[in-house]
């Protein structure tokens, strides 16, 4: 006997799962927005750490309360020895492990790893966003076989990004497009990474195991991963391609079903609102650092792509370039997601924490018919 119900959409699309005062989203519209601030507004006037505090309070700090928690990251930033030596043990590889692994260490030197009122599990919030940064900084450093650079309490926290990895304090240019880049990435509603957060979350458990597991998540090629794939494209065609070339190349993979990274989105049915900054990025970044060819050949497989699949960019497709430019291995393209969604991954914690009930939902029973009848073993 089977009992019917309801048809669910796969991947439980367009199942409103939760409610949320964080992020709103409206595909239609192209609409992305932290606490009712359009992400554009925010891309163009705003810091990380003010989105940040955003995210965590759902309101913009006051000038004393940015001051306070600048100087609670500058507090964050440096690495127990313990940890640095922990990342210096593991085999050379793929960052996404080694941020797994290490965000689960940290919690081990957390002073606040075993306190869970509400002040605590903030505290620890902000202490990861800080960590994440260096964390990844660090990983990028040794993989390079160069040593780790301790953070400069001076610099804030996209330029100590960017001077813990390369060594090298970065430009007013460099400086403030990475933290547009933050900014960007810093929430995205109930993503499968977000999700994975709180579902873990909502079993009361502690704030680092929550971010394991939405780390985890984000390492699947599904979800992570495709900037570093746009890039690959790109250098696979070459820097010196003439436009034919870069053409042909698109039409074939199309005319073969191959899938363009960077390209269509699960919730935007326009340009995803990311998209317009980066491009305005890479362009800017590629042009300072005398590459202006990975903007032009993103922009022409951008015009056949759209012409073609009528799909438009996501927020990997230029990323990719303006990483790229900014001097950081295509190995810490997704691991730099986790430094900026650090910020949203725990706001959601915070939220699932403050008003939580297990989330448990039911799957539809699609098995062998009920009630089959045990046989004894020499009976099969």
């Given amino acids: 006997m089977t009992t019917a119900t309801p048809k669910r959409k796969a991947g439980l699309e367009d199942t409103v799962a939760t409610s949320s005062a964080i992020c709103y989203l409206d595909g239609d519209r192209g609409v992305l927005a932290y606490c009712g601030y359009d992400i554009h507004d925010l891309a163009r006037h705003a810091t990380f750490e003010e989105v940040c505090f955003l995210l965590w309070h ?136 977000t999700f994975a957060a709180r579902v873990a979350a909502a079993t009361l458990t502690d704030i680092h195991s929550a971010i394991v597991g939405a780390i985890g998540a984000l390492k699947g090629p599904l979800h992570g991963g495709a900037n570093a794939d746009v890039m690959r494209l790109l250098l696979e065609i070459g820097k010196d391609a003439p436009p034919a070339k870069v053409d042909d190349i698109i039409r074939a993979k199309l005319a073969r079903k191959e899938k363009i990274p960077g390209f269509g989105h699960r919730v935007y049915h326009t340009e995803d609102p990311r998209a317009t900054h980066l491009r305005e990025m890479s362009k800017d970044l590629g042009q300072r650092a005398g590459q202006p060819a990975w903007f032009d050949m993103s922009q022409r497989i951008e015009a056949l792509v759209k ?74």
């Fill in 307 to 380: 012409a073609e699949k009528k799909l438009n960019p996501n927020v990997d497709f230029y990323s990719a370039s303006t990483y790229f430019a900014l001097g950081i291995p295509i190995d810490l393209f997704t691991p730099i997601f986790a430094v900026s969604r650090i910020s949203g991954w725990t706001a959601h914690v915070l939220e699932q924490y403050a008003n939580n009930r297990l989330i448990r939902p039911r799957a539809e029973y699609v098995g062998p018919e009920y009630p089959q009848r045990y046989k004894a073993v020499d009976n099969r």
């Fill in 58 to 193: 759902r309101r913009l700090p006051t000038r004393a309360e940015l001051g306070d928690l600048q100087s609670q990251l500058v507090a964050g930033r440096p690495m127990p020895d313990a940890v640095v030596r922990t990342l210096r043990s593991l085999p050379l590889g793929d960052g996404m492990d080694a941020l797994r692994t290490l965000t689960s260490v940290v919690a081990h030197y957390d002073p606040d790893a075993r306190n869970n009122p509400p002040q605590a599990n903030y505290r620890q919030a902000v202490r990861l966003t800080a960590q994440l940064g260096s964390l990844v900084a660090t990983v990028g450093r040794i993989n390079a076989g160069a040593g780790a650079i301790q953070p400069d309490p001076v610099l804030g926290h996209a330029a100590n990004f960017l001077y813990m990895l390369t060594g090298e304090r970065p430009s007013g240019l460099a400086t403030r497009a990475f933290d547009v880049a933050l900014i960007l990435h810093a929430d995205h509603e109930l993503n499968a990474s």
